[in-house]
């Protein structure tokens, strides 16, 4: 059992201690750690009872061994592959809430575990009426974070811990401590679920982003460094870079120890001159084996983004910036979120900010390079941004098009394309439907091989993305050796 849930304590109290675990999951790395993070999150509904902590053992019809296998660590002093947990009945939340300690964090299996283990009163309310309303915890492979996975309609949002919580992340957690006592299942769950929209996240990051813009700009202007347009050209590249950098470190592919974003000590023109410049443009921009300097462990880019262009004065020292720019910049603002670069798609989103926030700025601040209204200007320059819901039909239907043309005027088709690119993934049988897939997999690889794919407009690459999600799952619906899992 539990110790007692204090209904007296202060979210702060909660917040500070979730702050100490999660330090202590970065540093030592352990499951029980994660636990304890679980149990002090489920605290912010305000169960009045004591947790019964139990077993709940997976049928073999529900999970394969083998998949089981694959998919969980066994949870320390626990037979079964998770620990799970029944909120007392009496305090009429209704609530179970299950910790996974997983050995891949991917989409796909935590896909599985929300949906294959047990069944989900908020998946659907008349089928599972009697069922309690779940969330899931997963601990990484490394358990030094913890993410959360909320369900509805078969659609996931998840939201990871590390290190320490981030404003936003308080800002959810108020949103369940405020949650009434006495909300019924279905109240509760849209609050839950409303907490994960990812919406009003991207709006509070490019407001800043676009803060960030503006106060650039006019200062460049205010001293009469460079004009309008160009000042907002010059702007909008550094903003970009900046970003698309963030992303590259959250994948550990810009050298740490070159201090590359250590704005400390250093005016903002100095930082820019002496860190960023040289990362743009004598890293990034430069072929390892033509570098001078040390670093010859971050890769070369050669997409032309950090190819100097005519104001950024490279190597000039002729662009300044406001003070503590870059300190804001970087730990008043970057630092504050979560980075992800597994790009979200309709069914799957994580609470962070993903490439396709590239996409949103690149298509605003472009906008704003125009004396024209925002609309005529992304007319003019082709800069649209376009929904994933929208990103992902289009994407699907198109290769449904192309595999159709490929399979003929076979009778079956339909059902087979139905399978292979419309069946929800916690539906789909590895054994059973890629055996009804199996008289068609070579002709439906060999199409997959040769399949050529171009986006002429590319942007932020949501397309590309998009359809190369949809192809790795086709991909492993049809050969087990394709498997992201294996």
Not at 17 to 42: G, P
Not at 83 to 93: D, P, S
Not at 458 to 463: I, V
Request: proline share 3%; charged share 30%.
């Amino acid at each position: 059992m539990l110790s007692k849930i204090n209904n007296n304590i202060s979210i702060q109290e909660i917040f500070a201690s979730i702050d100490i675990s999660l330090k202590e999951a970065a540093e030592i790395k352990t499951f029980e750690t994660c636990q304890l993070i679980a149990e002090r999150l489920v605290a912010l509904l305000k169960i009045p009872d004591e947790i019964n902590r139990t077993e709940l053992l997976i049928s073999d019809k529900v999970l394969q061994k083998r998949d089981n296998d694959a998919w969980t660590h066994k949870a320390p002093k626990y037979s079964d592959r998770k620990a799970y947990y029944q909120l007392a009945k009496e305090n009429e939340r209704n609530i179970d809430f299950k910790l996974f300690w997983a050995k891949k964090s991917n989409r796909r299996t935590i896909s599985n575990l929300v949906h294959r283990v047990t069944s989900n009163y908020e998946d659907d309310e008349l089928l599972y009426a009697d069922e309690n309303l779940g969330i899931d915890f997963i601990v990484p492979d490394k358990a030094d974070r913890l993410i959360i996975a909320l369900s509805s309609n078969y659609k996931i949002r998840t939201l990871e811990l590390h290190k320490a919580l981030t404003n936003t992340q308080k800002q959810i957690f108020e949103k369940w401590y405020k949650s009434p006592e006495d909300a019924n299942k279905k109240t509760l769950h849209q609050i839950l679920w409303d907490s994960f929209d990812i919406h009003p996240l991207n709006k509070e990051f490019y407001r800043n982003i676009a803060e960030l813009f503006t106060r650039e700009v006019q200062h460049l202007l205010s001293h009469k460094i460079l004009d309008e347009q160009a000042a907002k050209q010059f702007t909008t590249r550094l903003i970009g870079r900046i970003i698309f950098c963030w992303f590259l470190r959250k994948k550990n592919i810009i050298a740490e120890e070159f201090n590359y974003f250590d704005a400390k000590n250093l005016s903002a023109t100095e930082f820019y001159n002496k860190k960023l410049e040289v990362l743009f443009f004598d890293i990034l921009n430069t072929p390892q084996n033509e570098r001078n300097n040390l670093d010859r462990k971050t890769p070369f880019l050669n997409g032309g983004l950090f190819e100097p262009r005519k104001h950024d004065y490279y190597r000039e020292k002729k662009v300044f910036f406001p003070d503590d720019y870059f300190i804001d910049f970087f730990y008043d603002f970057l630092d504050k979120y979560n980075f992800t670069t597994d790009e979200s798609s309709s069914d799957f989103q994580q609470v962070a900010i993903d490439p396709e926030m590239l996409g949103r700025i690149f298509e605003n601040l472009l906008a704003e390079q125009s004396n024209e209204t925002g609309e005529q200007a992304r007319k003019a320059k082709g800069a649209f941004y376009t929904p994933r819901e929208i990103v992902d039909y289009m994407c699907r239907e198109s290769l449904r098009l192309y595999l159709a043309e490929k399979l003929g005027e076979d009778n079956r088709k339909e059902k087979i394309l139905n399978l292979l690119l419309d069946k929800k993934e916690h539906e789909f049988d590895y054994k059973n439907d890629r055996a009804k897939l199996n008289p068609y997999k070579a002709r439906l690889i060999e199409a997959l091989d040769n399949l050529k794919i171009i986006d002429p407009a590319c942007g932020s690459g949501a397309f590309p993305m998009g359809i190369l999600q949809i192809l790795v799952s086709t991909y492993a619906r049809l050969d087990g050796r394709l498997d992201p899992r294996i």
